[in-house]
């Protein structure tokens, strides 16, 4: 099953880099590690000034069905999101804050699950329901955390439903790598008008 996941979390990572053209971040594989029973995704980040040291911390591996198996789908989707999002930065020279991380890492989950497939308007609405409007928080109402994902959420769900409406697969995508390389001010900006 290691290997399976593996695989995966390469497939996620290479799809992302390919989607949004950005240069090939080390392996994604190298920097996981398993978390304890009922954990779920967090990506670990030391600042060391000149460099940073990533660990990719993931549920255990064990037989899923159903919700708890779309639930997992979608922390591995989130947890490479924001790995490629934090080795891009850091290649490029920017800075990045947990709101831009959990922002990007919803229109990600859209991008790989509604875009890299043949496209369809009407399934892709059904998705962005499902994503943005069918959610719950683990974080208590009124706690920072809480804020950020709500905040994060409310604000992908009106930035990729207003991408629904562009004309086509390319204006979308054009779009959305627009999208990728903003600063959270600009994200926050596009996102909201």
């Known amino acids: 099953m290691r290997r399976r996941r593996g695989r995966l979390l390469r497939r996620i990572q290479r799809r992302l880099e390919?989607?949004?053209h950005l240069e090939r971040a080390p392996d994604v594989v190298d920097f996981v590690r398993d978390g304890g029973q009922d954990s779920r995704e967090v990506l670990?980040?030391?600042d060391h000034g000149e460099e940073i040291e990533m660990a990719?911390?993931?549920p255990p591996e064990q037989p899923r069905e159903g919700a708890e198996a779309e639930d997992l789908r979608l922390q591995l989707l989130e947890g490479v999101s924001h790995f490629v999002y934090i080795a891009e930065r850091a290649r490029t020279?920017?800075?990045?804050?947990?709101l831009?991380?959990?922002?990007?890492?919803?229109?990600d989950k859209f991008v790989l699950l509604a875009l890299e497939t043949p496209f369809e308007r009407r399934r892709s609405r059904d998705l962005h329901f499902r994503l943005y409007e069918c959610v719950r928080f683990l974080d208590p109402p009124g706690t920072e955390a809480y804020?950020?994902?709500?905040?994060?959420?409310?604000?992908?769900?009106r930035f990729v439903a207003r991408m629904l409406d562009k004309d086509g697969p390319a204006t979308m995508r054009a779009e959305l790598c627009r999208f990728y390389r903003l600063g959270q001010t600009d994200k926050i900006s596009l996102a909201a008008a």
Do not use: H, I, K, M
């Open 93 to 98: 020279g920017l800075p990045a804050t947990q």
């Open 44 to 46: 670990l980040v030391r």
């Open 147 to 157: 804020e950020r994902y709500r905040l994060a959420n409310d604000l992908a769900a």
């Open 18 to 20: 390919s989607f949004y």
């Open 56 to 58: 990719l911390v993931l």
């Open 100 to 107: 831009e991380l959990e922002l990007q890492a919803e229109v």
